[in-house]
Structures are given as C-alpha cells and as structure tokens.
C-alpha cells in the first residue's frame, strides 16, 4: 500500500498503527500467494475458506473478532482494529477478509449480548479457529426490511422450535453455528424480533441451496423445520432481536467500508503504477491530464472515505451511546466510492482491465457486493436522513415549547 499517511491521524492509538504494519507484513507472507488462484468449484471454495480461518487463527488476528476475556484480546470489540484488518486483508484478497470478518459479525451478537455461559462456549472456539461462524438475518421476502420477516420461533416448554427459511447467508453450510432472527411475536414489526444460536448439527436445520456469485464467496440458503433449540440459546430477551441484529451492524458497518477502503486502495496502487509504465500519444498515461484528472479523484475518495470509515469506528470505540449514523456514513460513502475508484482503475488499463485474471478484474467483481450486504446504500441513506429530520424535528419542537 503506497500511501500510509493515514496512519498518523489522531482518530488512532499506537497499538493500531504497530497493528496495522504487523498485518501488512503477516498478509503479504500469508494471504498474497494464496489469492494468486481463484477456488474451480465449491469444494475448492470451502476448503480456501478453511485454510484462510486456520491461517487468520495461527496468526492470532482472529482474537480481535471477540473481546477478552473469551479469546479476545481487547475487552470490548476493537472497531478500528476490526476496520484496519480488513483494509489490510481486503487489498490482497477478498475471501480473506470475507474468512475474517465472518468469525467476528457471526459471533457479534453473542459477544454483545450473550449469556456468560454461551460467550465461554462459542467466542474462543471462534477467535481459535477451531469454529466458524455466520449471521442469518435475510429472508427471501425480508431483506433491508427486517422488521418484515416471516421465520417464527415458538415456546415449547424449555425449547423454542423455529421454521422458515433464511438466505444469501455468508457461511451457509459452512458455519458450525447461526446467530438466527426469528419473529417471536412479544409485539407486532421489529419488536417481536428475537435472536438464537443455532448449531449446524440442529435437529431440523438444513442447506436448501448454494449461491455462485461473481466474486468467490460461500453463500447459502437455510431451512428450519420445527429446528428445536433449547430457550437458553436465546441472545438477550425475547423481542430483542431486532435490536441485537441493528446494534451488531452498527460495530461491523464502518468495518464493510474498512474492507472497502482495501479495494480502493488496490485499485489506485495498480493505476498509478499502470499509468508510469504504459505510454500512448508519445508520453506516459500519468502525463496526460485527463488520466491526473482521475487520480486526483481516486485519491481525494479514498482519503475521504478513510475519514469517515476512522470517525465511525472512533466513535464507537471511544463514546458511549449508539454510532448508527456514523456507521451508516462510512459504510455507504465508502463503498460507493470505492466502486468508483475499482471503475476508473479498469478505465486506465483500458482493455487489459477487462481481462479475467488481471488484479483490477478482480477488484471489479469483489468490491460490487460491499454497496448491498449489511444494509444496501439506499438503507443507509434512509438512516442518515431519518436522524437528520428526527433532530431537526426535535429542535423545532423544543423551540415551540419555550
Ligand atoms: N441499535 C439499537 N436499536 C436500534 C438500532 C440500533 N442501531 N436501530 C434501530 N433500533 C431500534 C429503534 O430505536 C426502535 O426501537 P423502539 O421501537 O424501542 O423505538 C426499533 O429498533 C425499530 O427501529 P426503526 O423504526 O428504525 O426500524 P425500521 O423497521 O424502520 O428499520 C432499517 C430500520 C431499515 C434501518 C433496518 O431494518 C435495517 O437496517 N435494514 C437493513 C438490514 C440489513 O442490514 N440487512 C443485511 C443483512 S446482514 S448481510
């Protein structure tokens, strides 16, 4: 990565810019020979999705995906960490940082509202690699719409039994455990919401389909059919779910423009080296200034995303109460940009960066998903209006009352 400045900038401690050369060196050695090779199949797919746990665990990074003390290294989950790993891992591989952030979004509601007990049965057998988790959230008819969802858990004396169906689930019929939603109907929409853990080796719980995407990554569609887990396998209480599943996303929304960040990132590096090497008209590429043009506005976005994506996980690491807008900001401003960037690096190689195999071929199809999971662009625009007008709202009420 050829600009580091970024690592100076206030929003940061020292232990995260020691980190973030740790893991430059560590993914250079480890994760760079290994995306060299795109997985044939999905056979190929899952056993790349185990090498890369296993390799994250024995390098210790999956310990910032729980807090200590149940594996974790830090006490609470560290955000910038989070965001600066999958910058790192997001710039050479994208199933690597897909292998990453799984084992920390899969376990997130459990290391946020998990009981003592379930927190010391699941969180280290994460953090070492020895399980993997997922986060099974999105139906076929529910998906930015949670409050929407239609797979129900009901009590039957000390178990819930839960049926439906969820999809494009990361992991699926990979995971050892689901953090599952399921209506439980305490009130009606997102009230009647809660969350379960779900082992993979649930009585009733099956792998309907398998998803190929256009960049490698295990995708599943779940059934539950009268899939019997024990009431204490419950996450918060009942009618939580919602907020389990909205509080989750707020620590691992700045984390998807983190990820975003290590595409964009990528995709400038290549250029710039592209623009120096290829000539046209008699001169390099980066002496025309159409093509400076183009890296002046691939620099100024990643800086700007860089901004959003280091205040976002700031303020959750540094300030009590919720960061949703925050979060919400860095994650689409982010990702569309990078998009943009991933664009106009494809644009600068011309024909050779629409040739399968090339590195900004691949940038192209990995970074496309970023603007649709956790939360579409168009749902963060909706959170981020919604607090506007709701604080000016406010204001203009407390003005008419004084
Ligand atoms: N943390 C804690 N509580 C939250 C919260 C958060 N981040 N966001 C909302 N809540 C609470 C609200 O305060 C509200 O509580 P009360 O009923 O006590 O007032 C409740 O949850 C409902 O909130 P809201 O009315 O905002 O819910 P909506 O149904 O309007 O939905 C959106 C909000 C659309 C923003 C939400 O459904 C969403 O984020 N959708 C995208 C889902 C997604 O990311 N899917 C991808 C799956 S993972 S790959």
Redesign the pocket.
């Known amino acids: 990565m050829s600009d580091q400045s970024y690592l100076e900038w206030p929003f940061l401690e020292d232990s995260h810019r020691a980190l973030a050369r740790d893991i430059r060196t560590w993914s250079e050695r480890e994760i760079a020979p290994l995306a060299e090779e795109e997985p044939a199949d999905r056979a190929g797919l899952d056993a790349l999705m185990r090498e890369l746990v296993n390799r994250l665990a024995a390098g210790g990074w999956l310990q910032y995906t729980v807090p200590a003390p149940w594996g974790g290294r830090a006490r609470t989950l560290d955000v910038r960490a989070l965001c600066l790993i999958r910058e790192t891992l997001a710039f050479h591989s994208g199933i690597a940082d897909l292998a990453f952030v799984m084992q920390g979004l899969g376990t997130g509601p459990i290391s946020l509202f998990g009981s003592e007990d379930m927190r010391r049965r699941y969180l280290p057998d994460v953090a070492a690699g020895r399980r993997i988790a997922a ?1 099974a ?2 139906e076929p008819q529910s ?5 929407a969802m239609t797979t129900a858990a009901r009590q039957d004396g000390g178990d819930y039994v839960i049926d439906g169906e969820k999809t494009l689930i990361s992991n699926g019929g990979l995971a050892d455990q689901y953090v599952v939603f399921a209506r439980t109907g305490e009130a009606p ?3 009647g919401l809660s969350a379960f853990v779900v082992d993979a080796d649930a009585p009733g719980f099956s792998v309907i389909e398998h998803f190929d995407i256009i960049a490698p990554h295990p995708l599943a569609r779940l059934g539950f059919e009268n899939c019997r887990v024990p009431a204490s396998q419950m996450l918060g209480e009942p009618g939580d779910g ?2 389990v599943a ?2 989750s ?2 620590v691992f929304r700045p984390t998807v423009g983190g990820a975003a960040l290590g595409f964009a990132r990528r995709a400038c590096d290549e250029a710039l080296a592209h623009a120096q090497a290829r000539r046209s008209f008699g001169k390099p590429l980066a002496e025309h200034q159409l093509i400076q043009a183009k890296i002046a506005d691939m620099a100024l976005r990643i800086d700007a995303a860089a901004l959003l994506v280091c205040r976002a996980a700031w303020a959750r690491d540094t300030r009590p109460g ?1 960061v ?1 807008r925050e979060a919400a900001m860095a994650k689409l401003y982010a990702t569309e940009s990078a998009q943009e960037v991933v664009d106009e690096a494809v644009q600068i190689f011309g024909g050779m960066g629409v040739v399968v195999g090339s590195t900004v071929e691949r940038l192209y199809r990995e970074v496309r998903a970023l603007r649709i ?3 579409a662009s168009e ?1 963060q625009r ?2 981020i209006a ?1 607090q506007a007008l709701a604080e000016a709202r406010a204001e203009i009420e407390a003005e008419a009352a004084e």
Request: no cysteine.
């Open positions: 986060f959230l999105s998906g930015s719409d949670v409050a929409g997102a009230r919602f907020k909205m509080a996303l707020d919720r949703t999971y956790e939360g749902i909706l959170i919604g």
